[in-house]
Nanobody, 115 residues
Framework: QVQLLESGGGLVQAGGSLRLSCAASGTIGRLNVMGWYRQAPGKGRDLVATIGRDGSTTYADSVKGRFTVSRDNAKNTVSLQMNSVKPEDTAVYYC?????????WGKGTLVTVSS
C-alpha cells in the first residue's frame, strides 16, 4: 500500500505563487507516473499535470506556462509550482500515482485564490 500526503495548500492572491508537495510513504514499489489533479466546487476532478519517471510531462491547457510539475524519484515526492495563479485555480488539489498495478490518491489540499 502507498500513502500520499499533500501539503502546501492555502490562500493566495491572484497573480501570486504557491508550491504544492506530495510525499509517498508505505510499501513503495516503483512509482510510475505521478501527477496532480484538481476538483473545483461543484465540478469533476480534472487533470492538472503529470510527470513520468523519465521527467516527461503533460499539462492541462489552462495551466501551461504557469504551473511546473517536478519529482524526486529518490525521495518519492512530486511537487507543483503554481505561478500567476487565477481565481479559477481555486480547487482541492490531489496527488496521484500508480505502482504495481494499483492507483493511489492523496486526500487533497485546498488552494483558494482570491481576486
Amino acid at each position: 500500500q502507498v500513502q500520499l500526503l499533500e501539503s502546501g495548500g492555502g490562500l493566495v492572491q491572484a497573480g501570486g505563487s504557491l508550491r504544492l508537495s506530495c510525499a509517498a510513504s508505505g510499501t513503495i514499489g516503483r512509482l510510475n507516473v505521478m501527477g496532480w489533479y484538481r476538483q473545483a466546487p461543484g465540478k469533476g476532478r480534472d487533470l492538472v499535470a503529470t510527470i513520468g519517471r523519465d521527467g516527461s510531462t503533460t499539462y492541462a491547457d489552462s495551466v501551461k506556462g504557469r504551473f511546473t510539475v517536478s519529482r524526486d524519484n529518490a525521495k518519492n515526492t512530486v511537487s507543483l509550482q503554481m505561478n500567476s495563479v487565477k481565481p479559477e485555480d481555486t480547487a482541492v488539489y490531489y496527488c496521484n500515482t500508480d505502482s504495481i498495478g494499483m492507483n493511489y490518491w492523496g486526500k487533497g489540499t485546498l488552494v483558494t485564490v482570491s481576486s
